[in-house]
């Protein structure tokens, strides 16, 4: 499935991703985020399992549409 979350959050992983989007995070900085991050890829991954086939969205975005206002 299209943009399942992989692979374990680690202290690395966050240290190494916050280099390349130019983010400077400390170590105290660190220590706090990585438990929050963790948590939130738990939850999208519990997300991920449930089964939508049968769902309907309950809106679709279309841009770009001509000749409608808003």
């Given amino acids: 499935m299209a943009g399942r979350p992989s692979g374990e ?3 690395s992983t966050l240290v190494e991703t916050a ?3 130019g983010l ?3 170590p105290g900085r660190v220590e ?3 438990p929050q991050l963790q948590t939130l ?3 999208l991954s519990r997300l991920h399992e449930l089964d939508l086939r049968d769902i309907e969205p309950a809106g679709i975005f279309i841009a ?3 000749g409608q206002n808003g």
């Fill in 9 to 11: 959050i680690t202290e």
């Fill in 19 to 21: 280099r390349l989007a």
């Fill in 24 to 26: 400077p995070l400390g």
């Fill in 32 to 34: 706090a985020l990585l």
């Fill in 41 to 43: 890829r738990q939850e």
């Fill in 64 to 66: 770009g549409r001509e």
